[in-house]
């Protein structure tokens, strides 16, 4: 109940990263509670399992785990705060504001087969080649985040 909070306020980088991971989890249950399994499964795997996993291998192999973050200014608090609000205010009207109107439409019949496929695919409609090319784009990333976070500083 209160991991969303503490993900954003929690001034050790760990424990802020742990409580993302407990926020992704709770997420993955309210899909499986709407009866979206595959959508979950997606949820628990890619991001649970995947880019927390790689937050938390990030934060272990830059030695940064007994870092504290700073405290935030009153400033930017009432600043952040604002935003939240006006946030919350848009997101509100324009939920509320939308006519949503029942589909007529049949439904179709879901092909696990076909999805299967898909992800699977090299060709035109598959994921395979797009999910290598990100995966190496994360790799990437996390390599250079540990290169400018092992770089000594010059005094």
Same mark, same amino acid.
């Given at each position: !109940?209160?991991?969303?909070?503490?993900?954003?306020?929690?001034?050790?980088?760990?424990?802020?990263?742990?409580?993302?991971?407990? @926020?992704? $989890?709770?997420?993955?249950?309210?899909?499986?509670?709407?009866?979206? /399994?595959?959508?979950?499964?997606?949820?628990?795997?890619?991001?649970?399992?995947?880019? @927390?996993?790689?937050?938390?291998?990030?934060?272990?192999?830059?030695?940064?785990?007994?870092?504290? !973050?700073?405290? %935030?200014?009153?400033?930017?608090? %009432?600043?952040?705060?604002?935003?939240?609000?006006?946030? %919350? @205010?848009?997101?509100?009207?324009?939920?509320? /504001?939308?006519?949503?109107?029942?589909?007529? $439409?049949?439904?179709?019949? @879901?092909? !696990?087969?076909? $999805?299967?496929?898909?992800?699977?695919?090299?060709? /035109?409609?598959?994921?395979?080649?797009?999910?290598?090319? %990100?995966?190496?784009?994360?790799?990437?990333? !996390?390599?250079?985040? $540990?290169?400018?976070?092992?770089?000594?500083?010059?005094?």
């Amino acid at each position: !109940m209160y991991s969303p909070y503490l993900s954003v306020t929690s001034r050790r980088i760990l424990r802020a990263a742990v409580y993302l991971l407990f @926020v992704l $989890i709770s997420t993955s249950g309210l899909y499986f509670m709407l009866n979206y /399994q595959f959508l979950a499964a997606v949820q628990l795997t890619l991001y649970a399992g995947g880019i @927390v996993v790689l937050i938390i291998f990030s934060i272990l192999l830059t030695s940064h785990i007994n870092e504290r !973050m700073e405290g %935030i200014e009153w400033k930017k608090a %009432i600043f952040s705060a604002i935003a939240v609000v006006l946030g %919350i @205010v848009l997101c509100s009207t324009t939920i509320l /504001q939308f006519k949503f109107n029942a589909s007529t $439409i049949a439904t179709k019949e @879901v092909n !696990m087969d076909k $999805i299967g496929r898909d992800l699977l695919g090299y060709g /035109q409609g598959g994921y395979a080649l797009p999910f290598e090319v %990100i995966s190496i784009l994360l790799l990437a990333a !996390m390599v250079g985040a $540990i290169v400018v976070a092992k770089k000594e500083k010059a005094n």
